[in-house]
């Protein structure tokens, strides 16, 4: 019983990010549309011609943050404003910028090779955490 009540919760927990994220990009897309003088029609017709067919009142809810947005609709909506999908969840491009280089390096590897590489910087990352902080002194 315990372990259906905690799967239970951990589908709620997971259901509230999920809304969280739907608010966040419904907002971001909005703040776009306001600051690029957008109408939502001209945005319905710019997704369109990307290929991404969605209806006015499912745009509506999109921006309130009220539906559920696949992958494919972030991706398109990205394109068509000219942001990064980086943008769209966190409102900057400065992830997105200072990362695509070694993403675009790190593409190249075969899976195995980006395991290992994934192991390096998890070291790294704790003999960084470990090592004294001589700026103190």
């Given amino acids: 019983m315990n372990e259906v009540n905690n799967n239970s919760r ?8 999920q809304r969280k994220i739907d608010k966040k990009i419904g907002y971001n897309i909005a703040e776009l549309l306001y600051e690029k003088d957008w109408s939502q029609k001209k945005f319905l017709d710019k997704l369109h011609f990307e290929g991404y067919g969605i209806s006015k009142s499912s745009l509506n809810r999109i921006l309130n943050g009220e539906q559920y947005m696949p992958a494919f609709f972030v ?9 990064s ?8 491009n400065t992830a997105s910028q200072a990362t ?29 955490k470990n090592f004294p902080d001589d700026t103190n002194n």
């Fill in 10 to 17: 951990k589908d709620n927990q997971a259901e509230d990010i």
């Fill in 75 to 83: 991706y398109s909506a990205a394109k068509v404003l000219n942001v």
């Fill in 85 to 92: 999908a980086d943008f769209l969840f966190f409102g900057s």
């Fill in 100 to 128: 695509e280089p070694l993403a675009r390096k790190l593409s190249s590897y075969n899976k195995r090779e980006q395991q290992d590489i994934a192991e390096l910087i998890d070291c790294l990352g704790s003999i960084i």
